[in-house]
């Protein structure tokens, strides 16, 4: 798909379909586009919009046919939601929707801009959530499939526009809504790709790959006998029903420009079966998402480069399947962690509090002088705050808001939970320093961040509970059934303000 701009009005346009917006209302608000054209036609949107009851909300799409007074034979109508609420996360989902309304229909659009005055933002951002909503919207995930024929694909992206200096700033835009896409994208397919292909080796190969192209990024893969001689008896103790299919992959970008050390950490459990623990079946089909908290990270990092963040910032993934074998790990088993903290496994399926619980104190021994996390930790999680939103939870006010902040600007979206105190006492075992499920089946989301917290030796963290944003099991507004790749555009938009 290419972004294009034309000097030309949209009536003089050649393309499949010409875009016109309206904000929400009983009488939607038209913009200065849509007159302009509806000039054109005489009149003939305003009557559509009356007679086929648009409203105008966001992602709400009318076509109407112009009848050959213009060059193009389609107009379409896009709602934009309400222009009292309208921000750039309406702007993108309004376009994500568009595309999938799109989607094997059409394959060239044109529009103009919105000034600034109908919509607040400037050109570049305008143009930025533009691209991330289309991009995003007409993502799909379709290797195993036979292609069918008629499938059209969205192929040119026309922005009328004559000055040449909002063509620069829109460009600049487009650029970083296209580097961002293609960061969730990787992510996307990650997840996607069924467990047989996503392997602890081939995100350590991604890893690899990303250092090679990119001269700021190292990255070291530690194998079974290296991860024995350091001392991680926790990410082994998961690990060893696989035999020597772990990885940990530890990838670093320098900046050279701050002494700071960030170190995001991915859950990175490339199958969850839940171990001699074993999951239902239906609890147990789409566990190929495990790992999308490693994805988003290695999403994060193949394009971090072009972000030049100022702080230096370490990557760290403990990769692994949770499998059942006659090596498996049986509740009862003691393992003890890189940080000496011995753990008591009552429960196989609460595998990555076990698996992160070394990642962090990596992170602590590398020099990390702040920590995020993201991990589809736990199913209380999606209980407790639905599919569309993560948990967060932090032990640090200042790194928590950048986060929140972050979120905000990227469309994903938050809610903290409380690390409280009185709940510690759940992960208490009898038999070992702690115990990997708590004795209450309430805050089961809580408990494992508390579970966390004691592996990161109170060093300012963020930790993500992506449960349930992470994978949508039915479609979503910014894309398919499937992985979200959520987490990666925060990320982007932390590192690249450096906030
Ligand atoms: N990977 C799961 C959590 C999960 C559930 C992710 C649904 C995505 C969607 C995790 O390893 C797990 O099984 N957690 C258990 C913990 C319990 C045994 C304390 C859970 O949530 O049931
Ligand atoms: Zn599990
Ligand atoms: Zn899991």
Not at 24 to 46: I, M
Not at 164 to 178: P, R
Not at 335 to 344: A, D, F, P, Q, Y
């Amino acid at each position: 798909m290419t972004f294009e701009f034309s000097s030309n009005t949209l009536d003089k346009i050649s393309v499949d379909k010409v875009l016109v917006f309206a904000f929400e209302g009983e009488d939607p608000v038209l913009t200065q586009g849509f007159l302009q054209l509806d000039k054109v036609l005489t009149g003939l949107l305003s009557e559509e919009i009356t007679a086929e009851k648009f409203k105008g909300k966001t992602g709400e799409v009318l076509s109407v046919s112009p009848y050959k007074k213009i060059l193009c034979s389609k107009v379409s109508v896009l709602g934009l939601g309400k222009k009292e609420e309208f921000d750039g996360n309406q702007l993108r989902k309004a376009f994500s929707l568009l595309a999938k309304n799109l989607k094997n229909k059409t394959s060239s659009i044109a529009f103009s801009l919105l000034s600034l005055k109908e919509s607040n933002l400037d050109v570049a951002l305008q143009s930025q959530m533009i691209a991330e909503g289309i991009l995003l919207g007409n993502y799909s995930f379709a290797r195993y499939k036979e292609k069918t024929k008629e499938e059209k694909e969205l192929e040119a992206v026309i922005i009328s526009e004559d000055n040449k200096n909002n063509q620069l700033k829109a460009k600049e835009g487009i650029k970083k809504g296209e580097l961002f896409y293609e960061a969730t994208r990787l992510a996307r397919d990650f997840v996607n790709e069924p467990a047989a292909v996503v392997t602890p080796a081939f995100l350590a190969q991604v890893a690899l790959d990303i250092a090679k192209k990119n001269k700021n990024i190292k990255c070291t893969v530690y194998e079974k006998d290296q991860i024995e001689k350091m001392g991680m008896g926790a990410f082994l103790g998961i690990a060893q029903a696989s035999g020597n299919a772990l990885r940990f992959i530890h990838l670093e970008y320098t900046s050279g420009l701050s002494s700071k050390k960030l170190a995001l950490i991915g859950k990175g459990i490339t199958f969850d079966t839940g171990g001699v623990s074993l999951k239902r079946e239906d609890s147990m089909k789409d566990m190929k998402c495990d790992m999308a908290g490693a994805a988003a990270i290695l999403g994060v990092f193949s394009i971090i480069s072009k972000i030049k963040p100022k702080t230096n910032v370490m990557g760290i993934i403990a990769a692994t399947p949770n499998m059942v074998s006659d090596k498996s790990i049986v509740p009862g088993d003691v393992v003890r962690s890189l940080n000496g903290k011995t753990i008591e496994i009552l429960n196989t399926d609460a595998e990555g509090r076990v698996t992160m619980a070394d990642s962090l104190s990596y992170a602590v021994k590398k020099g990390a002088n702040e920590i995020i996390d993201l991990a589809t930790l736990t199913g209380a999680s999606m209980v407790a705050l639905g599919t569309d939103i993560a948990a967060i939870f932090s032990n640090n006010n200042s790194l928590k808001e950048k986060v929140k902040i972050a979120a905000s600007n990227a469309g994903e979206k938050l809610w903290e939970l409380p690390l409280e105190e009185e709940y510690k006492k759940l992960n208490k075992s009898d038999v070992a320093d702690i115990s990997n499920i708590p004795s209450s089946r309430y805050g089961g989301t809580i408990t494992a961040a508390l579970f966390l917290e004691e592996f990161v030796d109170k060093k300012p963290w963020v930790h993500l509970d992506i449960a349930g944003p992470a994978y949508f099991e039915k479609g979503h507004d910014l894309g398919p059934k499937g992985g979200s790749g959520f987490g990666v555009r925060t990320l982007l938009n932390l590192l690249e303000f450096n906030l």
